[in-house]
Nanobody, 125 residues
Framework: QVQLVESGGGLVQAGGSLRLSCAAS????????MGWFRQTPGKEREFVAA????????YYADSVKGRFTISRENAKNTVYLQMNSLKPEDTAVYYC??????????????????WGQGTQVTVSS
């Protein structure tokens, strides 16, 4: 059983940056692919970014490509989401998630096995 805890959310002005962290425990972190999703009230949780278990492959939603960067440090059991050039439409609760790298896709939330509790990101205009 993997436990995930996100941190780093907050309030930032449009054009600013934030770095989210997700610390994992209770499992072998390096064996999981990791993803970031986000959700706003009344909407489905949507894919933001994902990274393979060895960090070689990264995947992004079109809406964040070129602005967000996902990375991981397996020695620290942590995955990051660096968010630059933030826009008001990036406002959401951001969740990290873990999945087996051998099954499913990187962009479907239903393919992920473990989830954190989420961290709020608010971008003011």
């Amino acid at each position: 059983q993997v436990q995930l805890v996100e941190s780093g959310g907050g309030l930032v002005q449009a054009g600013g940056s934030l770095r989210l962290s997700c610390a994992a425990s209770g499992g072998t972190f390096s064996r999981y692919a990791m993803g970031w999703f986000r959700q706003t009230p009344g909407k489905e949780r949507e894919f933001v970014a994902a990274i393979g278990w060895r960090g070689a492959g990264t995947y992004y939603a079109d809406s964040v490509k070129g602005r967000f960067t996902i990375s991981r440090e397996n020695a620290k059991n942590t995955v990051y989401l660096q968010m630059n050039s933030l826009k008001p439409e990036d406002t959401a609760v951001y969740y990290c998630a873990a999945k087996s790298p051998y099954t499913g896709t990187y962009y479907l939330r239903t393919d992920y096995d473990y989830w954190g509790q989420g961290t709020q990101v608010t971008v003011s205009s």
